[in-house]
C-alpha cells in the first residue's frame, strides 16, 4: 500500500526530519532518496507557509489533535514549487506521547488554479 498509492507518504520525526517516503513523494519534490533524507519537511515547505505548517503540527505534538489538514505549499528540487493538501497524524508511544508524524500529501495544484 506504501508504494502503490498515487500519493505521496512520508514519515518523519517531530523535528521534522524526513525517515521514510514512498516513491510518489520522491516523484512530487524531484529529490533522489539520499537528498530528500538530508532535508526536513520545513526544508521543502514554501518560505510563505512556514508559519502555518508549524501552527498546524503544533496540535499534534502536545495531543490536542489526531491529524491535522493543511492545504501548503512544497519547493520542488528544481525550485518551482506546487500546492498540496497533506493529512498528517501522529504515531504515538504506548503511553501516549507523539513518536512520528506521518503525512499523506496529494498534489492539489491543477484544483487551486482552476478557481
Request: charge should be negative; proline fraction near 3%; aromatic fraction near 10%.
Amino acid at each position: 500500500t506504501f508504494e502503490s498509492t498515487s500519493m505521496g507518504v512520508s514519515v518523519f520525526t517531530l523535528e521534522g526530519r524526513l525517515l521514510e517516503f514512498n516513491r510518489a513523494f520522491a516523484s512530487m519534490m524531484g529529490y533522489s532518496e539520499s537528498e530528500l533524507l538530508a532535508r526536513s519537511v520545513l526544508d521543502l515547505t514554501h518560505p510563505e507557509d512556514l508559519e502555518k505548517t508549524e501552527a498546524s503540527l503544533r496540535p499534534l505534538l502536545t495531543g490536542e489533535a489526531g491529524s491535522s489538514k493543511l492545504e501548503k505549499r512544497y519547493v520542488r528540487k528544481d525550485g518551482s514549487w506546487f500546492w498540496a493538501q497533506s493529512t498528517v497524524t501522529a504515531t504515538r508511544t504506548p503511553d501516549g506521547f507523539p513518536k512520528t508524524l506521518v503525512a499523506v500529501t496529494e498534489d492539489i495544484s491543477f484544483r487551486i488554479e482552476s478557481k
